[in-house]
């Protein structure tokens, strides 16, 4: 069946850019039934239009590119729901990869390398990072100190990312997104205390190897 006229703008925008019905300009198309995969090969464009109008759904271009376009016979209603569904679920993960750690002007040094060891984490997954310095207050007459900051940022973390611009000043922040190395290239500087443990031997362990198990003899 034939749609009606859509008035909601995010439809208006699927409209353009996706042929349904009458819309599709190709005169013969590759058709398949979204419900079953079934393949129903290639067929006249009214053919495959009153294909989808006997199902009572519609012929939604899939493929343009495609000799002859490839058109799917599927409910344009569900068919726009997944479409948006995916697009959404796209855009959340491509902003899970983008992991943020502020900081402050007056930042101490437990807490610069802890943010920073969070920073290598990131990094060494995969991720990219934005550094965020914020300024309060007063602060903001002494942002040479903030942009100090992120310039020992970029240098403590150069063994795992780059930065993709130099630091920049935006209102009371100053913003600077780091992107991973190469895996081969990544070599972590912060380690945190059960970082360390697995980093080195285990000084009870090494104990228990210089020790005599054999049991004395019982009298």
Request: proline share 5%; with cysteine; hydrophobic share 35%.
């Amino acid at each position: 069946m034939l749609h009606g006229a859509r008035t909601n703008a995010d439809k208006t925008i699927q409209l353009q850019t996706i042929r349904i019905n009458q819309r599709i300009r190709a005169k013969e198309v590759r058709v398949v039934l979204a419900s079953t995969s079934e393949q129903l090969g290639v067929m006249k464009l009214q053919d495959a239009l009153r294909k989808a109008m006997e199902l009572g759904l519609d012929l939604v271009e899939v493929s343009a590119n495609a000799v002859p376009p490839v058109c799917r016979i599927v409910d344009f209603g569900k068919f726009k729901y997944e479409l948006s569904k995916h697009d959404k679920e796209k855009k959340q993960n491509a902003a899970s990869k983008m992991k943020e750690i502020k900081f402050r002007v007056n930042i101490g040094k437990h807490d610069y390398e802890t943010k920073l060891r969070h920073a290598e984490e990131f990094l060494d997954k995969g991720n990219k990072v934005r550094m965020l310095l914020q300024f309060r207050g007063r602060e903001m007459a002494h942002q040479e100190l903030g942009m100090g900051i992120m310039g020992r940022i970029r240098k403590d973390l150069e063994t795992m990312g780059t930065p993709e611009a130099m630091p920049k000043l935006i209102g009371r922040n100053i913003f600077m997104s780091l992107v991973p190395l190469p895996p081969g290239k990544r070599k972590r500087h912060f380690y945190g205390p059960h970082d360390m443990v697995l980093q080195e031997p285990d000084e009870h362990d090494e104990a228990d190897e210089d020790v005599d198990e054999t049991e004395p003899e019982k009298k």
